[in-house]
């Protein structure tokens, strides 16, 4: 028959091993919720959008006259923002890239 001050033994080991996993765990939880604060930060960051950009009035101008004229009509501007995309670029080089007279050589 086992001895009450073994099983005391037994339980208290036990115990220990419990509530040393559960530090662990409180820890990666307190890990977990500081990543997941950064995060919603960069997503608030992310849909507010680039900072509002300090567009002169004539430069105002210019980008209406050249949206009329693309329209072909007299544009109502509510705001003008920069958008950061490299596909222009890609575009552009695709552009270069088919204006070049390619030779296939005939085969020796």
């Not at 072909?72 to 490299?86: F, N, Q």
Request: proline share 5%; charged share 20%.
């Amino acid at each position: 028959m086992p001895d009450s001050n073994d099983s005391m033994n037994l339980i208290a080991e036990r115990l220990g091993t419990l509530l040393s996993r559960l530090d662990s765990i409180d820890q990666r939880l307190a890990e977990i919720d500081k990543r997941l604060a950064g995060v919603e930060v960069q997503a608030q960051q992310a849909a507010a959008g680039p900072p509002p950009l300090d567009v002169s009035e004539e430069t105002a101008l210019a980008i209406a006259a050249a949206v009329a004229a693309y329209l072909g009509k007299r544009p109502r501007i509510k705001h003008i923002r920069l958008l950061g995309s490299a596909a222009w670029a890609q575009q552009g080089r695709v552009f270069i890239q088919a204006s070049h007279g390619l030779v296939h050589g005939h085969g020796a």
